[in-house]
């Protein structure tokens, strides 16, 4: 099974051509990426001013909520309302797995963002104002780089659903790695199918690593570890904690 | 100068802080104590438009603070509150040197500035490229007040920043505060809810009561003295006649000279240099401890001084004076110049008829009528 | 409408099977998170590889995990197993961070107060954290459940008969109604299962419904 799987991996002709890994790994990662910088306009403004201004929380509770919904429903019932639209063009196949995507990726993406600006302390936000910073230097130079751990978790998660999301997408007639997954389950051809998967599963852990990377090279060292240290200097949580003035 | 001239703060259901008029005299720490919800923080808030008043008008040198834009105001005003609120992305020396930056300053100069104020604090270079999270939180509030004072304000808010940290670096900071006020004198407004901090701090100090209504304005002397009504004297507490003290110079009290003994001297000398059960050990002149000649059993040593003693300054404040003669083991207390020298003991008692010669900002009726009492008793 | 209502002894049975693959999943997942999760407290310096190793498994999508299951486990591509293991580790990487922050969050004294009282660990941790831990533990299942849920539709494109089946099925037969009574099975579904944790955790918890004041 294993050597089966091997050969279609290193077989030459995957390697090339329009059904080749190459291609369809490009087009997995160019959809994912479109959906996501689509998904991040929306979601993370949104939850920075939902966190800033402390209006419209139930649309957290909202998009929470929708992450119950099954999205290969959510594939079906989008592609379906929109099947008369773009007839004849490449774009009916394209467009209805693209904006459940983005629906898909928004609940993660705004629950960093709002959850990350939320979490600053309401002394720093006041210290910063009563510096001289404008709202929209507050925003720059301190609410987002303190949220931006939380930010990123967010994206991570929200990555990884798209990756998987487009998988399966692939029953759309979609391109990308998902293809071999449905292409081989139609043929009955294990190979392919788990070849597939295999080539999925490196991806998203690839994604998700570099993801981790970047976390860690653009997150202030000040952010990270910080109840740790707290601890060690052994500040005694009776003078820690906030009297009631 | 900052002046109130009839400032009002009302929110929907309240009033927060009432027709307020009080000035803020220049090179002064002016502290706004009171019990919580008396509309303190609110009136500091107001003075760097955080909290925008409602009615009346705070000027700063003649000038209204709402002709020009609320962020440039608050540059030229340093801001420290109860937490510090440093930003935990930013190291100590990028914390401090933040409002230079936002004034433009290039990031080498705000960096050298940021490291010059860090040394005014008492923080040693090292703890420059620090987070705030690897610091104690006396070492934050330290960082906060190096952070307001780095663009050199003239004034400075400061809403209970030694609030949060344990008693002993309450006190530490305290004392560098005043300190480095002495050498800066920059015009503070000081808000905190401990009336003994405001007395050990303020040049002046108002008390507001709740309702944001001012109940007095004072020197701290005069309002232990002769507090205005009863929420005042209440709220300044009991033992406030012996805390007074601590505002009445020391005149000069009958200075007794006191047989001496430098530490390393052996038990003969220490037996010949006294017929007091209790001698008193110094060094270059100045005095480390009390010393019982005829239990010794050796040379005097460091240890075996008892410190027990506090040692007051002949030119500070008489309270000083009257806990060095009553913690003295000997009874008598040990008077020393500026730079610590020995200049003579007092006791309790002299300290006493010299505070009942003082001339105490109180009516004569009252005074006669304490030493009378005093007498009759006697 | 309609077609949910021509079809509800169907639905039922569909509901059952979609129950059994997302739910076994969840106890077995709970069961061996509990043991994990006490490691890694015990054991701090492997923490960071139990609750990192688990949390790599999660970022495998679901329809390569189901794939990829017969490799590991020898089963066939039809067979339910390859669910029910898949999703168990999907419950477990999701499970194990909670487990650690519900044990971290039991206060520090209560846990000493229980140690001076002469508990022994494995009776400490058994009476006193884990009970305490029980609503952080609970929150945690409940986002395992929503999740589960949604993902065992997934297996329907691979032919393992649960609710997802109508979304398929509605999908190739251009059934609009079809597709909308798979995803509202599904929510209600995710609901029930909601709920039920939340009905467990009160039962467990009884001194949290104390009104304090």
């Known amino acids: 099974m294993i050597t089966s799987i091997w050969t279609w991996l290193t077989a030459p002709a995957q390697w090339s051509g329009a059904g080749g890994i190459p291609t369809r790994l490009w087009e997995h990662i160019w959809a994912c990426l479109l959906v996501l910088v689509i998904a991040a306009a929306i979601a993370w403004p949104l939850g920075a001013w939902i966190a800033h201004a402390g209006r419209g929380r139930w649309l957290i509770s909202v998009a929470n909520a929708a992450r119950a919904v099954p999205s290969l429903g959510l594939l079906f019932a989008v592609a379906m309302w929109m099947s008369g639209m773009f007839s004849g063009s490449t774009l009916a196949f394209t467009i209805p797995p693209t904006i459940v995507l983005v629906i898909l990726a928004i609940p993660p993406l705004l629950a960093g963002a709002y959850a990350g600006v939320h979490e600053v302390d309401p002394a720093v936000r006041d210290a910063a104002r009563g510096m001289g910073m404008t709202g929209g230097e507050v925003l720059r130079k301190v609410e987002l780089p303190i949220a931006l751990p939380l930010i990123l978790s967010g994206l991570r998660s929200a990555s990884l659903q798209v990756i998987a999301t487009w998988t399966i997408a692939a029953v759309l007639s979609v391109g990308g790695l998902g293809r071999y997954l449905i292409d081989g389950l139609a043929s009955a051809d294990y190979a392919q199918m788990a070849g597939g998967a295999v080539l999925v599963a490196v991806l998203a852990l690839l994604v998700d690593g570099m993801l981790a990377l970047l976390q860690r090279l653009v997150v202030s060292p000040g952010l990270t570890g910080r109840r740790r240290r707290r601890a060690r200097t052994g500040i005694p949580r009776a003078t820690a904690s906030r009297p009631t003035a | ?378 | 409408m309609n077609y949910a209502l021509n079809h509800f002894p169907e639905i039922l049975q569909r509901a059952g099977q979609h129950a059994w693959l997302a739910g076994v999943p969840l106890v077995l997942g709970l069961l061996i998170a509990v043991p994990v999760g006490w490691l890694a407290r015990r054991f701090p310096k492997a923490s960071p590889w139990l609750v990192g190793g688990s949390g790599l498994l999660y970022t495998i999508p679901s329809l390569a995990l189901f794939i990829l299951m017969p490799l590991i486990l020898g089963t066939r591509i039809l067979d339910p197993l390859n669910v029910i293991v898949a999703m168990t580790i999907y419950t477990l990487a999701l499970l194990v961070r909670t487990v650690v922050d519900g044990l971290s969050a039991v206060p520090r004294d209560t846990v000493a107060a229980a140690t001076a009282m002469g508990y022994s660990p494995v009776r400490r941790f058994l009476a006193v954290d884990l009970p305490l831990a029980v609503p952080v533990i609970a929150a945690g299942l409940r986002v395992a459940a929503v999740s589960n849920v949604a993902i065992v539709s997934v297996a329907s494109l691979l032919g393992i008969p649960n609710l997802g089946f109508f979304l398929t099925d509605g999908y190739q037969n251009y059934d609009n109604g079809e597709i909308w009574t798979g995803i509202v099975s599904c929510l209600i579904l995710a609901l029930v299962f909601d709920l039920l944790i939340q009905l467990a955790e009160r039962l467990l918890t009884p001194w949290q419904r104390v009104v304090h004041g």
């Open chain 2, 1 to 378: 100068m900052i002046r109130f001239e009839g400032v009002t703060k009302k929110y929907d259901d309240s009033i927060a802080v009432d027709h307020l008029d009080l000035e803020f005299p220049d090179g002064a720490i002016t502290c706004l104590v009171g019990p919580s919800g008396c509309g303190k923080t609110t009136s500091l808030r107001m003075i760097n438009r955080m909290i925008e008043l409602t009615s009346g008008r705070v000027t700063i040198d003649g000038r209204d603070i709402r002709d020009q834009p609320a962020a440039k105001l608050r540059r030229g005003i340093g801001y420290v509150i109860q937490h510090a609120g440093l930003f935990p992305h930013r190291t100590v020396v990028d914390n401090v040197a933040t409002v230079p930056l936002l004034n433009g300053w290039d990031k080498r100069k705000a960096r050298a500035r940021a490291h010059e104020v860090l040394e005014l604090v008492g923080l040693p270079g090292n703890f420059a490229s620090r987070y705030p999270a690897q610091l104690s939180g006396g070492q934050q509030q330290r960082v906060g007040v190096a952070r307001a004072l780095a663009a050199d304000p003239p004034i400075m808010l400061m809403d209970e920043p030694f609030s949060a940290v344990d008693p002993v670096v309450r006190e530490q900071l305290q004392d560098e505060f005043l300190k480095l006020q002495g050498e800066l004198g920059k015009t503070i407004v000081f808000v905190t809810h401990d009336i003994d901090e405001a007395i050990k701090l303020g040049d002046q100090v108002a008390v507001m009561r709740v309702g944001g209504r001012l109940a007095q304005v004072a020197q701290p002397a005069a309002l232990l003295a002769d507090p205005a009504d009863d929420f005042v004297a209440d709220f300044v507490g009991r033992d406030r006649g012996y805390r007074a003290l601590s505002f009445a110079d020391t005149p000069s009290l009958p200075l007794a000279s006191e047989p001496t003994i430098e530490l390393g001297a052996s038990v003969d000398q220490a037996r010949a240099a006294t017929s007091d059960r209790w001698l008193l050990v110094v060094q270059d002149g100045r005095p480390q401890g009390w010393v019982e000649p005829a239990r010794l059993t050796g040379p005097i040593e460091a240890d075996s001084l008892h410190r027990g003693g506090t040692v007051a300054r002949v030119d500070g404040p008489l309270r000083a004076s009257l806990d060095a003669a009553l913690s003295s083991p000997a009874r008598r207390g040990v008077l020393v110049d500026h730079e610590g020298r020995l200049v003579g003991t007092v006791r309790a008692h002299e300290v006493l008829t010299a505070i009942e010669q003082t001339d105490r900002p109180r009516s004569d009726d009252e005074a006669s009528g304490g030493i009378r009492l005093g007498k009759e008793r006697g």
